[in-house]
């Protein structure tokens, strides 16, 4: 995938996100965009080349910073090679930034590698956070409720524990916290 398609299916990606986040959530959204970059998992594995084990540590390097839009396509562009997925949420909303998490796969491929017939935006997948059930000791989630929309922002409100972090990051656990389009 050249650059500038990159571009296009990131920009496409985020104007139909906001609309669907804002279908389910009353948060005003800015477009005023940052981003987090997520491995699918920190660790290398044997399926990996080189430079998709040199990506991975990179983006290890980048745990926890906020990026540009040009920023975020510098470093997941390579070679005409993008991230074969990219589960894109938006994490958190501020009157002034609109924060967009990126959960990526750690394989880069080529534009005809790529999964047209999920997504006409590969590879960006477009996916809503929706809270769950909660027991009374942690997030009730009818408070963050209003006219049957939720506050986006109940993603900060989580645990953050090394235990709920990896929980989160099991695929049937992901998978019944999100609403995939």
Not at 103 to 128: G, I, T
Not at 171 to 178: E, G, V
């Amino acid at each position: 995938m050249d650059k500038q398609k990159f571009k296009q299916h990131l920009d496409d990606s985020l104007r139909f996100l906001v609309e669907l986040t804002g279908r389910w959530c009353f948060n005003e959204f800015s477009d005023n965009y940052k981003f987090s970059i997520t491995p699918n998992s920190r660790t290398p594995h044997s399926g990996l080349n080189k430079d998709e084990i040199r990506m991975l540590r990179l983006f290890n390097t980048y745990e926890g910073i906020l990026f540009s839009r040009d920023e975020v396509i510098d470093l997941l562009h390579h070679n005409n090679k993008v991230p074969l997925w990219i589960n894109t949420t938006i994490y958190e909303s501020l009157p002034d930034l609109t924060i967009v998490n990126l959960f990526c796969s750690r394989r880069f491929r080529e534009d005809k590698d790529l999964l047209y017939f999920v997504d006409k935006y590969a590879p960006f997948h477009l996916l809503v956070p929706v809270p769950f059930e909660y027991s009374s000791s942690k997030l009730d989630c009818k408070k963050v409720e209003v006219d049957g929309k939720y506050d986006i922002n109940f993603q900060k409100q989580l645990p953050i524990n090394k235990s709920s972090i990896t929980t989160f990051k099991k695929p049937l656990n992901r998978f019944k916290r999100m609403v995939m389009v």
